[in-house]
């Protein structure tokens, strides 16, 4: 009879064990489990991606002297070329202005996409970090799925930060004059992905509704900024609601420089 008992009870306890309800995530490590983005751990990137480029492109127009060629008896001077930086495109459909919508010129005359000669940035969590340094300035741009393959790894792209308010620094070589800042966000609320709360770029704060991309959609946020700097430093604010801030790329726009 005891040895009944004993095997009925312990049937008892596993049979409630396993009915009982996996535990729910909550904000701000309230329980342990985490939600279903952080069970995607990214591959490690494999070697057949492509190389990333580390030589930054020279924003300053270049001009060849006319090369004299001998054809024959006659001599045929090639036409003066000139290398110029490529004019910014306007707003893509998946770039979303936040703040003011009348675009502010910090100088005069055309914009010019601008790369930083470095940055620095708080390390990204579990496999979502910054894998080559550069990463979110090599024009690598995910998908509307976060963890789609696209650059020889799932998620390969995305720089990504869970609770965490992460810090970006970007140093350029010279003093600009900037006009805009443009950062690519991932939201998926369903995923625990969300945008931050706000955004801070060089002390200026610029709040966030949170709903500025669709759903399950990755895009850029556009600010209008209007300084000289060779500095810019973006603070995010994550939203305590969910756990992941996810970036791909982060791009400057400044005043075309004047080299007459």
């Not at 489990?33 to 069970?39: G, I, L, R």
């Not at 006659?74 to 000139?82: A, S, W």
């Not at 790894?153 to 350029?172: D, I, L, N, Q, Y």
């Not at 556009?222 to 609601?241: G, M, Y």
Request: charge should be neutral.
């Amino acid at each position: 009879m005891q040895i009944k008992h004993f095997l009925f009870g312990g049937a008892m306890a596993v049979s409630l064990f396993a009915c009982a309800p996996a535990t729910r995530y909550e904000a701000d490590g309230a329980f342990s489990s985490e939600p279903a983005f952080s069970q995607v751990v990214r591959p490690e990137p494999v070697t057949s991606k492509p190389p990333v480029s580390t030589i930054k492109p020279d924003m300053t127009p270049v001009n060849a002297n006319p090369t004299p060629v001998t054809q024959g008896t006659t001599v045929v001077v090639q036409p003066l070329i000139t290398l110029v930086p490529t004019p910014v495109e306007p707003d893509a459909p998946d770039e979303v202005v936040v703040g003011d919508a009348t675009p502010v010129n910090a100088g005069g005359g055309s914009g010019v996409n601008v790369l930083p000669e470095s940055y620095s940035v708080t390390t990204g969590n579990a496999s979502y970090i910054d894998d080559t340094g550069r990463q979110l300035i090599d024009n690598q741009v995910g998908s509307d799925r976060f963890n789609a393959k696209i650059f020889g790894a799932a998620g390969f792209e995305w720089v990504g930060w869970s609770r965490k308010s992460p810090v970006m620094t970007f140093k350029f070589a010279n003093e600009r004059k900037f006009t805009k800042v443009k950062i690519g966000f991932n939201y998926n609320s369903g995923a625990g992905i969300l945008l931050p709360l706000k955004v801070t770029i060089n002390g200026k704060a610029y709040d966030l509704k949170g709903t500025e991309l669709k759903r399950n959609s990755r895009g850029f946020l556009v600010f209008n900024v209007a300084f000289t700097a060779n500095q810019i430093t973006i603070d995010l604010e994550r939203n305590p609601a969910r756990q992941w801030i996810l970036v791909d790329e982060v791009k400057f726009v400044a005043v075309q420089q004047n080299t007459m």
